[in-house]
C-alpha cells in the first residue's frame, strides 16, 4: 500500500518561502504523476500543480509565479516550494499520487503564515 | 478557470435515505469529473472518477451520473459512516477546480 507524508515548517512568516517535502513509501515515485493540493480552513480545495517523476511540471495560474515543484527519485520524494506567502497561503496541505484524479493522498500539514 | 457549483451546501438526511447532490460545470467539461469524500480531519478520498466509474474498493450504494455540465452524485441508501463533505472536481481544463463542497449530517 502506497503512503505519501508531507514535512515541513508549520509555522512561516509572510514575505518567506513555504517549504514541504512529500516522502513516499511502499512504492516507487518513478511512472507516476505527483500533485500538491491545499484547503484553507474551512474552505474548499485548491490544485496548485503536479510533476511526472521525470521532472516535467504544470502549475495553477494563481500560484504560478511563486510555486516550484520538484523531485528527487534517489529519496522517493517531490518537494513543493511556495514563495513570497501571506495570511491567505494558510491552509492544510496535501500531496497525493496523480494528477487529474489523485488516488493516495497524504494526511495533509497545516501551515499557518504569521509573523 | 472552470466554475463548479454544487448544491446543496449542506444536507440532512436518516439512514437509508436516498442522498443526491449535483455539481454544474461554467462549461462543458465532458465526462472529466471525479467525486471526493473528505471525513473531518481527514484527506479527501477518490469515490468515483470520469462521472460514473466506482473507485476499487468504494461500496455499490455510491454512484455518479452525467455528462456536459450537469452531473449528479448519489447515496442510494445513507450509512452512518457516510457523514462527510463531498466535493466534485474537474479535469477538462487546467487549472483543475473543485465545488465548495456538500456538508452531509445525519437527522
Known amino acids: 500500500q502506497v503512503q505519501l507524508q508531507e514535512s515541513g515548517p508549520g509555522l512561516v512568516k509572510p514575505s518567506e518561502t513555504l517549504s514541504l517535502t512529500c516522502t513516499v513509501s511502499?512504492?516507487?515515485?518513478?511512472?507516476?504523476?505527483w500533485s500538491w493540493i491545499r484547503q484553507p480552513p474551512e474552505k474548499e480545495l485548491e490544485w496548485i500543480g503536479y510533476i511526472f517523476y521525470s521532472g516535467s511540471t504544470n502549475y495553477n495560474p494563481s500560484l504560478k509565479s511563486r510555486v516550484t515543484i520538484s523531485v528527487d527519485t534517489s529519496k522517493n520524494q517531490f518537494s513543493l516550494k511556495l514563495s513570497s506567502v501571506t495570511a491567505a497561503d494558510t491552509a492544510v496541505y496535501y500531496c497525493a499520487r496523480g494528477k487529474e484524479g489523485p488516488d493516495f493522498w497524504g494526511q495533509g500539514t497545516l501551515v499557518t503564515v504569521s509573523s | 478557470d472552470i466554475q463548479m457549483t454544487q448544491s446543496p451546501s449542506s444536507l440532512s438526511a436518516s439512514v437509508g435515505d436516498r442522498v443526491t447532490i449535483t455539481c454544474q460545470a461554467s462549461?462543458?467539461?465532458?465526462?472529466?469529473l471525479n467525486w471526493y469524500q473528505q471525513k473531518p480531519g481527514k484527506a479527501p478520498k477518490l469515490l468515483i472518477y470520469?462521472?460514473?466509474n466506482l473507485e476499487t474498493g468504494v461500496p455499490s450504494r455510491f454512484s455518479g451520473s452525467g455528462s456536459g455540465t450537469d452531473f449528479t452524485f448519489t447515496i442510494s441508501s445513507l450509512q452512518p459512516e457516510d457523514i462527510a463533505t463531498y466535493y466534485c472536481q474537474q479535469y477538462d481544463n487546467l487549472p483543475y477546480t473543485f465545488g465548495q463542497g456538500t456538508k452531509l449530517e445525519i437527522k
Open positions: 511502499g512504492g516507487s515515485i518513478n511512472s507516476y504523476y
Open positions: 462549461q462543458d467539461i465532458s465526462n472529466y
Open positions: 470520469g462521472a460514473s
